[in-house]
C-alpha cells in the first residue's frame, strides 16, 4: 500500500536550518508529483511546495520562496525540504503529499518548531 513517511523535524533556533525527509513507497514515486504541505497550530494545513516528476521544476508558496528548496532522489524514492533562515511563523506540522490512482495520500507528519 501507499506509504508516505516523514522525518527529520526538531526544535532550531530562529535563523537556523533543517531538512526533511519524505520516503515513499507503494507506488511509482519516479511518476508522481510531489508536494509538502504544513499545519501551523491552530491553523489550516496549507501548500508549501510542488516538485515535478523529474524535479525539473518547482514552486513554491510565497512565503517561502527563497528560504525553502524542494528537491527529490527518484533512486531512493524520497522527496526533501530544505529548510533556511526558518522564523518562528514556520513553526508547524511538514506533511508530504502525493496523488496516486485519484486518491490523496499523507504522511504522519513531522513537527518543525523554530524558537528561542
Known amino acids: 500500500q501507499v506509504q508516505l513517511v516523514e522525518s527529520g523535524g526538531g526544535l532550531v533556533q530562529p535563523g537556523g536550518s533543517l531538512r526533511l525527509s519524505c520516503a515513499a513507497s507503494g507506488f511509482s514515486f519516479s511518476s508522481k508529483v510531489m508536494r509538502w504541505y504544513r499545519q501551523p497550530p491552530g491553523k489550516e494545513r496549507e501548500w508549501v511546495a510542488t516538485i515535478t516528476t523529474t524535479g525539473g521544476d518547482t514552486t513554491y508558496a510565497d512565503s517561502m520562496k527563497g528560504r525553502f528548496t524542494i528537491s527529490r532522489n527518484n533512486a531512493k524514492n524520497t522527496v526533501y525540504l530544505e529548510m533556511n533562515s526558518l522564523k518562528p511563523e514556520d513553526t508547524a506540522v511538514y506533511y508530504c503529499?502525493?496523488?496516486?490512482?485519484?486518491?490523496?495520500?499523507w504522511g504522519q507528519g513531522t513537527q518543525v518548531t523554530v524558537s528561542s
Open positions: 503529499n502525493a496523488i496516486v490512482a485519484l486518491r490523496e495520500y
